[in-house]
């Protein structure tokens, strides 16, 4: 069965660093990786999504992913976080792009001054 | 544009009571979904449907009902609400042709007591 891994629940980061976020999963092929971003309140966004092709994909709000096969990873980067990036990220992944996604649990970030 | 809307935002229900939570969308997407979203568990999907008509069961599915009459709208009934009912709803759209990327709702959060 396919499955997301975020080993991270909560991360804070100081206003201007970098940011790393990591996402593991399980998958018998190669998998279609999301990212999506939940403010809070609000529904879920897309961040960035992963099909094929170059390994570093870029997404919105300056966000960008490296997809790993080696690693089964799908980690989401940001050189230099902003207050409003705070929010819960998930990770998830689908079987040939359909639009039934499994999610990851989620990591929370905060951002202190 | 409204996108995908959900109604009610906010419900409190008595175990064994029935409700429906309406989803509606007006981007005339064929692919819509509900999840629902708890603490430490990411979302889970409920059910799912492809076009009016057809609906399929997805990861969680045990109390709760589907139809699918137009494409426009995809409401989830609980027949008989139990407290492990007791989460936040997201209704999802895509257009169905393998993007990955679901326009989610702002969610509806149930109570059961």
């Known amino acids: 069965a396919q499955s997301v891994t975020q080993p991270d629940i909560h991360i804070t980061v100081s206003e201007g660093a970098s940011l790393e976020l990591r996402c593991n999963y399980s998958y018998g092929a190669t998998p279609y990786l999301f990212w999506y971003v939940q403010s809070p309140g609000q529904g879920l966004q897309l961040l960035l999504k992963y099909f094929s092709g170059d390994t570093l994909v870029q997404g919105i709000k300056g966000f960008e992913a490296e997809f790993k096969r080696s690693q089964s990873s799908f980690n989401l980067r940001k050189p230099s976080v902003h207050w409003s990036d705070a929010a819960e990220y998930f990770c998830a992944l689908s079987n040939f792009g359909n639009e039934k996604l499994t999610f990851g649990t989620g990591t929370r970030l905060t951002i202190i001054p | ?113």
């Not at chain 2, 609906?55 to 008989?80: H, I």
């Not at chain 2, 993007?99 to 969610?107: A, I």
């Open chain 2, 1 to 113: 544009n409204a996108g995908v809307t959900q109604t009610p935002k906010f419900q409190v229900l008595k175990t064994g009571q029935s409700m429906t939570l309406q989803c509606a969308q007006d981007m005339n997407h064929e692919y819509m979904s509900w999840y629902r979203q708890d603490p430490g568990m990411g979302l889970r999907l409920i059910h799912y449907s492809v076009g009016a008509g057809i609906t399929d069961q997805g990861e969680v599915p045990n109390g709760y009902n589907v139809s699918r009459s137009t494409t426009e709208d995809f409401p989830l009934r609980l027949l008989s609400a139990a407290p492990s009912q007791t989460s936040v709803y997201f209704c999802a759209s895509n257009s169905g042709v393998n993007t990955g990327e679901l326009f989610f709702g702002e969610g509806s959060r149930l109570t059961v007591l």
